[in-house]
């Protein structure tokens, strides 16, 4: 029997330029990134030679569009852009997500035109970097629930509050900034988001947190204190901002799921070295039914999130809603790499165990994904809400 012709419109092929871009990040990884592993551990730090030359990569600008300096590479470039520095030290690709995924894709997904031209600019050559603050204390998950407060007066909102585990607050020069205006409206009303200058009089930066992972991307509090913030720095309409965390979220979803496809992919080309060479029994341990199946089980694992985070990404640039795929990636791609390092790691034995073999660090790194940007649970309850309407 003849089979059908292809579905038109259906390609699993990347463009020529996707392909292009996706090699030359992952010779930019292994050549420049790659061997600073052992100084991100030791020192917990990314050195400024490295920003500077992931600036000079282009990096920053990835997903922005042409018209303020980006890339415009869209959403499914900055995805394979993202796979590919996923097989770095996860510092750099969480670097670059929180400049990129989310702080400054707020401000480009709803900031007015006038507020974007003035800071796109710098912001897509590195030059200025940006974070992204919605976590409070007593506001993770329930992100509705948060205490920051924004009061109107004159030109300037004044901006009080703590927002914490606030990914590169210590590097970032602006941040998105989600503050209660009017709390009698709730979420949905009374929320806006602001773009602040993180250097102004009002703001302090926390000391950096102590992680179990992620050496050389830090977290700290920002202290808003009578900060003044002036009324065209809101981005899209005071109250709406709310809104505006979970469309920009959706879009992080997505890239942090193209950042765990790429550090599961290198973990799985470790292990297939490693059972080729670890002779138990006078045979490779790649001859062991037992290992034969964990190596099928992680790369069954790798192309399902590959395949889930490229569809996700392309609803994205066809301008298609994607809320429900962004929280399947999430809670697939990041529940993906946490199953892949233990499994490598098993397969490693004693020697994954060690430090020198690196996949004890991509263990403790792999952890913090199923919670941050939203957790797993929370990625459950908005898959499930999107099925019940």
């Keep these: 029997m003849a089979l059908a012709p292809p579905v038109d419109g259906l390609n699993f092929e990347l463009p020529e330029d996707l392909k ?41 600008g990835l997903p922005f569009s042409e018209e303020f300096g980006g890339a415009g590479i869209g959403e499914l470039g900055y995805c394979v852009a993202l796979e590919e520095l996923g097989r770095a030290n996860s510092a750099f690709s969480n670097v670059l997500g929180a400049h990129c995924s ?25 030059e200025k970097l940006g974070c992204f603050a919605l976590s409070e204390p007593a506001a993770g998950s329930d992100a509705a629930n948060i205490q920051t407060a924004a009061r109107l007066g004159g030109e300037s909102y004044v901006l009080n509050g703590v927002k914490h585990f606030i990914t590169s607050g210590d590097l970032a020069d602006y941040a998105t900034v989600f503050a209660v205006t009017d709390k009698s409206l709730g979420a949905r009303g009374g929320i806006t988001a ?29 202290i808003f204190q009578d900060a003044k913030v002036p009324v065209d720095h809101v981005i899209g309409k005071v109250g709406m901002g709310f809104i505006t965390a979970m469309k920009t979220l959706d879009m992080g979803r997505l890239s942090l799921g193209a950042g765990c496809v790429g ?22 341990i790649a001859k062991q039914q037992a290992v034969q199946f964990m190596l099928a089980d992680i790369a069954t694992e790798i192309h399902a999130a590959r395949n889930m985070v490229y569809h996700g990404a392309w609803k994205a640039d066809r301008g298609e809603r994607f809320s429900l795929e962004a929280a399947m990636v999430k809670r697939y ?15 490693h034995g004693g020697m994954g165990f060690m430090k020198e073999t690196g996949i004890e660090r991509a263990y403790r790194d792999a952890r913090i994904l199923a919670i941050y940007e939203g957790t797993n649970e929370i990625q ?10």
């Design 380 to 389: 459950r309850m908005i898959i499930a809400e999107e099925l019940l309407k």
């Design 194 to 222: 602001f773009w602040v200058d993180l250097n102004q009089p009002g703001v302090t930066r926390g000391k950096n947190d102590a992680k179990m992972g992620l050496y050389g991307s830090h977290t700290c509090e920002l």
């Design 102 to 126: 989310i702080g400054v894709m707020a401000l480009y997904l709803d900031g007015g035109d006038a507020l974007k031209k003035r800071y796109m600019p710098v912001l897509c050559t590195g």
């Design 333 to 347: 791609c990041s529940d993906m790499a946490i199953f892949v390092v233990d499994r490598v790691l098993q397969i």
């Design 20 to 60: 292009l871009l996706k090699r030359s990040i992952r010779e930019f990884v292994e050549k420049e990134l790659w061997p600073l592993t052992d100084h991100l551990e030791q020192h917990d730090e990314i050195p400024k030679s490295a920003l500077d030359k992931m600036r000079a990569m282009g990096l920053f």
């Design 263 to 284: 550090g599961s992919q290198i973990l799985l080309e470790k292990a297939i070295a490693h059972a080729k060479e670890r002779v138990q029994f006078g045979k490779p």
